[in-house]
């Protein structure tokens, strides 16, 4: 493993509040055998996603809606 990895690895379980890296490794391979079905991209796309969510860089589907001139089915 290279420094820059266990950096990240660092970072990522502090962040996530993890009281130390053994803790969130357990829970990761925990995981890991519960969620086969889960590959890399799908785990990228879902710590994508929480960044964005994080730093206010989604938007509502009622935003979407309006800016694309769409209207819910409901709404029909």
Known sequence: MTEM???DVDATWEDLGYNSRSEFIRDVLRDAVK??????ADLKAIAASEVDVKEGQTH?????????????????
């Open 35 to 40: 969620h086969p079905e889960f590959n890399r």
């Open 60 to 76: 509502s589907s009622e935003d979407i809606k309006a800016e694309y001139g769409r209207e819910d089915a409901s709404d029909r």
């Open 5 to 7: 990895f266990l950096a």
